[in-house]
């Protein structure tokens, strides 16, 4: 199984469940898990986490050396990601809902008809939601495309702090 990442993943590991200053078993097994092929991150999703530097931030400055491990190496297909707008989403977006949506739709994309395939979100479920403010499990689920969250990935793959 790959399993890819939303941006939000490795945001959330580093401010709330695993700062890389305290929990540094969590980074090189995650690094690791990339590097054999097992997680990797849509370059869309990629320029999400870097372009949202701030100062001072130590995700960044750790995954920006990593980032050739972690980024999926493949294109997406225009016509799939059109397809998640319109049918996870609808038909009859605005421009401004298109942008509000944010690069989940690449995300979803990649997974689309792949059965080997995960998206992983912390995201949760929300299906109240209509439009460009559903949330990608939701979106997932209507497009029959696993998404699990990250401590379902976490504990699949087998992470431990004594991993190695």
């Given at each position: ?104 739709p ?43 969250n990250?401590?379902?990935v ?11």
């Amino acid at each position: 199984m790959l399993y890819l990442f939303d941006a939000n993943v490795l945001i959330t590991a580093s401010n709330v469940y695993y700062p890389l200053d305290q929990i540094p078993e969590f980074w090189s097994w995650v690094e690791h898990q990339a590097t054999i092929g097992n997680v990797k991150i849509p370059l869309e999703n990629l320029e999400e986490i870097l372009e949202g530097r701030k100062s001072d931030d130590p995700l960044l400055d750790w995954l920006s050396p990593r980032k050739d491990r972690f980024s999926l190496d493949e294109a997406v297909e225009p016509a799939k990601v059109q397809y998640v707008v319109a049918r996870g989403y609808a038909p009859d977006l605005t421009d401004d809902e298109i942008e509000e949506l944010g690069r989940d739709p690449f995300l979803i994309a990649y997974a689309l008809n792949r059965s080997e395939r995960c998206v992983v979100t912390t995201e949760v479920s929300k299906p109240s939601r209509k439009r460009h403010k559903r949330h990608v499990p939701d979106v997932c689920r209507d497009l029959a495309i696993n998404c699990q969250n990250p401590f379902h990935v976490y504990r699949a793959l087998g992470f431990r702090t004594g991993w190695r």
